[in-house]
């Protein structure tokens, strides 16, 4: 019990602690940051879900709960920086447009698989638990809020800092990553649903040249999301650049590609990781974490010099 609240705690106090000191131009709602209600709703969603999900001992909703979650954060900031301000800049526009086509995609594919496989394997032991389930929900509560930091920073700024350079750049690194998330997802859905290959590892198209190409894609389609917003970044908002590190982290080192390795091990032995490519794509979302976080430094220490001048 001890380890759940202590979990929990974690998970909340995260990204309270980002949006505390990178909150000095937030719109203020009732005299408190919009960045504070929007981590509230994330986590107040995924805790409603929780507790039909727990009574049931049923994981399927969990994925689709974290897209509620998404659009609830997103339609709420959108709604309440139209009706303060009383209009939207191109900024906000688009970092919403963009993390709402990602999540209902996503989301609804996610639903779909599991509905159609029967379970998520993630879950098998953790359901029948109510406190780790929890503690998963939560987990994801956290996803949700520290992944889209970079954007809902833009989308509670009461400043417009369009810049078009970073607005195209980091649009076309977001459209690059999507497709590339969405034709790998494709295509092993397809691979899947031939009987044939049954007990089999994909290794064509896109997973031809990587073991996990739909991560690749999601962690290139956040590096965009986090340069959309570069030019408004100032002081502690560089802060944000935990939303593809944590991204990076998650998916490499905690869930998604370490858990799926894992498995994969234990029946795919004759594969060879290296040459496959996936250490090629890896890298290369490293570097494209590196140079955004170059970019970011750099501006911010010019700012800095000209205020020194």
Excluded at 170 to 178: P, R, S
Excluded at 224 to 247: A, D, K, N, Q, R
Aim: net charge positive; glycine share 6%.
């Amino acid at each position: 019990m001890l380890t759940t609240i202590f979990t929990t705690l974690f998970c909340v106090l995260i990204p309270t602690g980002i949006a505390f000191v990178i909150s000095d131009d937030s719109i203020l709602i009732n005299g408190i940051p919009m960045l504070y209600y929007c981590i509230f709703i994330s986590f107040l969603i995924h805790w409603i879900i929780f507790i039909p999900s727990a009574i049931k001992k049923n994981e399927k909703f969990y994925d689709f709960t974290g897209m509620i979650a998404y659009l609830s954060v997103i339609s709420f900031a959108l709604y309440q920086k139209n009706k303060i301000l009383g209009n939207l800049d191109l900024d906000s526009i688009i970092i919403a447009t963009l993390i709402s086509i990602w999540t209902l995609r996503l989301g609804i594919f996610l639903f779909y698989r599991v509905f159609k496989v029967g379970e998520d394997q993630r879950f098998r032991e953790v359901k029948t638990s109510p406190s780790k389930f929890f503690v998963w929900f939560s987990v994801s509560g956290l996803w949700v809020s520290l992944t889209s930091i970079a954007g809902l920073n833009i989308l509670s700024s009461k400043i417009d800092h369009n810049d078009y350079f970073f607005v195209y750049f980091g649009v076309l690194l977001w459209i690059f990553g999507f497709l590339f998330e969405v034709i790998a997802d494709y295509q092993k859905m397809k691979f899947k649903n031939n009987k044939n290959n049954d007990g089999k590892f994909i290794s064509s198209g896109l997973w031809s040249i990587s073991r996990h190409p739909n991560y690749f894609g999601e962690i290139i389609l956040w590096i965009g999301i986090f340069i959309i917003s570069l030019p408004s970044l100032e002081g502690f908002e560089y802060l944000t650049v935990i939303s593809p590190l944590f991204v990076y982290v998650l998916l490499n080192k905690i869930s998604g590609i370490n858990l799926l390795e894992k498995k994969a091990d234990e029946i795919f032995r004759d594969i060879n990781i290296e040459q496959n490519g996936f250490h090629l794509l890896n890298k290369l979302a490293y570097w494209a974490l590196r140079i955004g976080g170059f970019v970011a430094w750099n501006k911010h220490r010019k700012v800095n010099a000209k205020i020194g001048d």
